[in-house]
């Protein structure tokens, strides 16, 4: 509950460098999750929304707390907050994971970054939640992912939902860690593909190994279930110096919430969760 205190205060602080802010009821309350224990790369991704998040939040006239400790994620405590973020995770206890689904079961709303789709059995995030993975994400396991984290060009598929109605036709994204899936979300006809990563990008990675480049394919990156208010974005990975070519350990080399395009992607992905009445439109096929 630590981190949590301390983002509340935070957030007074932005709210009260104006008075007249301070006078207006927030547009709705988000409540972001996060572990930020082992990758130093989603670790600085999480740094970096601890950050950007409450700026967003004072700028935007929404409240913005975040906590580490997922035994928050119950009924109790969901029941205060209109948007749920993944930033790094998921939940791993049962009465966790039934907590979340009847939250979205029940008109609730959700934002997930990179991690937080990640499922690979065997490894310390088993695929052991069917109905996260297959049924509210759709994509299944993780299967691959492109290295070294680099920008790729973005292509998006549906400019009318209003997460993307600001957008480009295409734009560069900030450095990332790109995931391939079990699933082809083509197939899934609940899941709406909102960016997917254009060919102008092959070959996209480094490596050094050979099938961390990736030559060719269809590769979604931000989507929606029609049946939930929910938003997956695999951005959330940046570039570390991991080898310490650079002096110091783990220096962060690239940020992700950098991008005016893509910090708008975001921005308006998370009013548009957290505005009870606005539905998304139907897909233009």
Request: with cysteine.
């Amino acid at each position: 509950m630590a981190a949590l205190k301390v983002l509340r205060i935070a957030a007074l602080i932005y709210c009260c460098s104006g008075l007249s802010a301070c006078t207006r009821k927030p547009a709705f309350r988000v409540i972001a999750f996060f572990t930020a224990k082992e990758d130093q790369a989603h670790i600085s991704f999480v740094r970096e929304a601890e950050r950007w998040f409450p700026e967003m939040a004072a700028k935007y006239k929404f409240t913005y707390d975040a906590t580490s400790d997922w035994r928050n994620l119950n009924a109790e405590f969901l029941a205060a907050y209109h948007v749920v973020v993944f930033l790094d995770t998921r939940p791993e206890e049962p009465a966790q994971r039934a907590a979340f689904q009847t939250y979205m079961d029940h008109g609730g709303a959700w934002m997930g970054f990179h991690f937080a789709g990640f499922a690979l059995t065997p490894s310390a995030y088993p695929a052991n939640w069917d109905w996260y993975h297959n049924t509210f994400l759709g994509s299944g396991s993780y299967v691959s992912n492109t290295w070294r984290p680099t920008s790729a060009m973005l292509r998006v598929e549906d400019r009318n939902h209003p997460a993307t109605h600001n957008l480009p036709e295409t734009f560069k994204s900030s450095p990332n860690e790109w995931y391939r899936w079990e699933n082809d979300l083509r197939q899934n006809p609940d899941i709406h593909i909102l960016l997917s990563i254009d060919s102008s990008s092959f070959p996209l990675g480094t490596g050094p190994k050979v099938h961390e480049i990736w030559h060719s394919g269809y590769y979604p990156v931000v989507w929606t279930n029609k049946n939930y208010k929910m938003l997956y974005l695999n951005m959330g990975h940046n570039d570390m110096d991991y080898e310490h070519k650079y002096g110091a350990t783990n220096q962060t080399l690239s940020y992700t919430l950098n991008n005016t395009i893509q910090d708008q992607l975001i921005i308006d992905g998370l009013l548009w969760l957290g505005d009870r009445e606005k539905k998304a439109p139907r897909a233009v096929r």
